[in-house]
C-alpha cells in the first residue's frame, strides 16, 4: 500500500511539470472544497455530495461527488458561464478525483492528489497536490497549500476557522457552525463562509476575488 502510494503520487508529480495554458476555474463549494481550491478532505464510502452556487455574471456551478472507497472521491462538475466578463459563454462538463494519501496526525499534514477538469477539449486537465494541517489549539484554524496545473496554473492554499454553535445556543433553523475562508491561487483571492445547518447542509456566500459574489447551497448524504 505504502509503494502504491508513493508511486501515485510520483505520477502527479510528473504530471504537473508539464506545462499547459490558463483556462477556466475549478470547482465551487463542491463538498470537499474550501471555495473555489481543493483541500485534503474526501467524502466517506457510500457518500454522496450535491452542490448547486450561482456566481455574480450569470454563471451557474453544480457538482456531483461520491465517496468510492475510504479517502477516494470522483465527481462531475458542470459549469454554465453566460456572461462576456468572465471571457466564457457556453457549458462546460467535467469529471473529477480526488485520493487522500495520508491523513492528518498531530505531527504530520494531511496529503491529498486530485485531477479536474476532465472531458472538455476547451480546458486544461489540472493535476494538483495539497498538504493540510491544524495551526495548533491556540489558533484553531486549519491551512491548506497545494500546487497545481491545468486551470489551477500555480500555487494555491487558504486557512479555515470553524466556529461551533452549541445546542442551547441554536436557533430554529438548526445552525450548528459558521466556516470562514480565506483562499488565495494564482490569480485570485477569495472570501468564503458555510453556513452549516444540521450536520449536512452548507449555505455558501463568499466573494471571487474579493469582488464577485457567489451564493448557493451544498448538500451531503452518508457520513
Known amino acids: ?26 470547482g465551487v463549494f463542491g463538498p470537499t472544497d474550501l471555495m473555489s481550491t481543493p483541500s485534503t478532505m474526501t467524502l466517506s464510502p457510500n457518500s454522496v455530495g450535491f452542490a ?68 472538455e477539449e476547451d480546458l486544461d486537465v489540472a493535476p494538483y497536490i495539497v498538504i493540510s494541517k491544524n495551526l495548533g489549539p491556540d489558533l484553531d484554524v486549519d491551512g491548506y497549500l497545494g500546487v497545481g496545473g491545468g486551470t489551477i496554473d500555480g500555487i494555491f ?22 466556516q470562514l475562508i480565506l483562499e488565495f491561487d494564482s490569480n485570485d483571492l477569495n472570501l468564503a463562509s458555510k453556513f452549516h445547518i444540521g450536520d449536512r447542509t452548507h449555505i455558501n456566500f463568499g466573494f471571487y476575488d474579493l469582488e464577485n459574489w457567489v451564493l448557493g447551497i451544498t448538500y451531503k448524504t452518508g457520513k
Open 52 to 119: 448547486l452556487n450561482f456566481a455574480e455574471g450569470d454563471v451557474t456551478c453544480f457538482n456531483l461527488d461520491y465517496g468510492l472507497i475510504p479517502d477516494l472521491e470522483i465527481g462531475l462538475s458542470v459549469k454554465d458561464y453566460d456572461d462576456e466578463a468572465w471571457r466564457h459563454d457556453d457549458t462546460y462538463i467535467t469529471i473529477r478525483g480526488k485520493y487522500r494519501l495520508l491523513r492528518e496526525t498531530k505531527s504530520a499534514p494531511a496529503l491529498a492528489i486530485g485531477i479536474q477538469d476532465i472531458g
Open 157 to 178: 492554499g487558504g486557512l479555515s476557522k470553524t466556529f461551533n454553535i452549541s445546542p442551547a445556543q441554536r436557533s430554529s433553523n438548526n445552525l450548528s457552525k459558521i
Open 1 to 26: 500500500m505504502i509503494r502504491l502510494r508513493f508511486l501515485t503520487l510520483l505520477t502527479i508529480v510528473g504530471l504537473l511539470m508539464f506545462p499547459t495554458g490558463a483556462a477556466l476555474g475549478y
